[in-house]
């Protein structure tokens, strides 16, 4: 049975910053592009950021140069560091995993929380 479970969401000021975590099991993760997605209410769901099996990465351009998405293989674990965080960040956060070939199921998380406010 496939689960992602994202955790690191929560309340935070602007400016301030956090760390969301994405820990995959069921899947061989080292093959898999993993993404961050979020859905903020009354809007569609967004690409945030995704990294490629090879480590390649690209970024929505409103996060670009505040968000860090990263991997680590060994621990089937991928995270998004968000930092300058803006109220426009306001969402919720889903973690995606995609084995890039179209007869094969992508994956999603439950998500996370995440407001900026003062």
């Known amino acids: 049975q496939v689960q992602l479970v994202e955790s690191g969401g929560g309340l935070v000021q602007p400016g301030g910053s956090l760390r969301l975590s994405c820990a995959a099991s069921?899947?061989?993760?080292?093959?898999?592009?993993m993404g961050w997605y979020r859905q903020a209410p009354g809007k569609q769901r967004e690409l945030v950021a995704r990294?490629?099996?090879?480590?390649?990465?690209n970024y929505a351009d409103s996060v670009q140069g505040r968000f860090t998405i990263s991997r680590d293989n060994a621990k089937n674990t991928v995270y998004l560091q968000m930092n300058s965080l803006k109220a426009e960040d306001t969402a919720v956060y889903h973690c995606?995993?995609?084995?890039?070939?179209?007869?094969?199921?992508?994956?999603w998380g439950q998500g996370t929380q995440v407001t900026v406010s003062s």
């Open positions: 995606n995993a995609d084995p890039n070939i179209a007869s094969l199921d992508d994956y």
């Open positions: 069921g899947i061989i993760f080292r093959f898999y592009t």
């Open positions: 990294i490629s099996s090879g480590g390649r990465t």
